[in-house]
T-cell receptor, first 115, second 115 residues
Framework: DAGVTQSPTHLIKTRGQQVTLRCSPK?????VSWYQQALGQGPQFIFQ???????QRGNFPDRFSGHQFPNYSSELNVNALLLGDSALYLC??????????????FGPGTRLTVL | QKEVEQNSGPLSVPEGAIASLNCTYS??????FFWYRQYSGKSPELIMS????GDKEDGRFTAQLNKASQYVSLLIRDSQPSDSATYLC???????????????FGKGTTLSVSS
């Protein structure tokens, strides 16, 4: 049973560039949530996708956008990168369609460094 | 602003002792509560979920929930050096239109178990 997968593992970009991160949910899950984790902090919720729609959004600027595909995989896009965007980006999958399916399981993360 | 508070630690316990980790939350309507373990450089791993007042036991782990006091705790019995990690408390926040959910995390408590 494949768990949550993310790509790439590491990424280095310069300020002003754009980046796309990818996530495939755990088998049987239909919901993908994205989180940003700065060093020494807990993960911060960016947004959640279900049925190819953004269902809930955290306190992040419009530079952060996403997409969910019919196979439930998802992308996180960040435009006009800032130094402060350097963090571990985590994808978590769950199943909103299942009663009590609110447990979220995390992928290994993508470490983004902005220079 | 919904908040989850944890003591950052470090919490140091000897091998074989009981480690007690605490968490308080601000959102009175929250119904789902989670504990994650995060090793240095890795992503969070779900270890316990709890939905009802009282205790829930799973092996050496016991989660305790008191919704009236807005308090969640995690007890680790017979602590092992391999338990040394950061423990994150998370509370599920349902969107106002019930369309989505988000995990709100505390900053985490660092546990160190000495042999």
């Amino acid at each position: 049973d494949a768990g949550v997968t993310q790509s790439p593992t590491h990424l280095i970009k310069t300020r002003g560039q754009q980046v796309t991160l990818r996530c495939s949910p755990k088998s049987g899950h239909d919901t993908v949530s994205w989180y940003q984790q700065a060093l020494g902090q807990g993960p911060q919720f960016i947004f959640q996708y279900y049925e190819e729609e953004e269902r809930q959004r955290g306190n992040f600027p419009d530079r952060f956008s996403g997409h969910q595909f019919p196979n439930y995989s998802s992308e996180l896009n960040v435009n006009a990168l800032l130094l402060g965007d350097s963090a571990l980006y985590l994808c978590a999958s769950s199943s909103l369609a299942v009663a009590g399916g609110d447990e979220q399981f995390f992928g290994p993360g993508t470490r983004l460094t902005v220079l | 602003q919904k908040e989850v508070e944890q003591n950052s630690g470090p919490l140091s316990v000897p091998e074989g002792a009981i480690a007690s980790l605490n968490c308080t939350y601000s959102d009175r309507v929250s119904q789902s509560f989670f504990w994650y373990r995060q090793y240095s450089g890795k992503s969070p791993e779900l270890i316990m979920s709890i939905y009802s007042n009282g205790d829930k036991e799973d092996g050496r782990f016991t989660a305790q929930l008191n919704k009236a006091s807005q308090y969640v705790s995690l007890l680790i019995r017979d602590s092992q050096p391999s338990d040394s990690a950061t423990y994150l408390c998370a509370v599920n926040l349902v969107s106002a239109n019930q369309a989505g959910t988000a995990l709100i995390f505390g900053k985490g408590t660092t546990l160190s178990v000495s042999s």
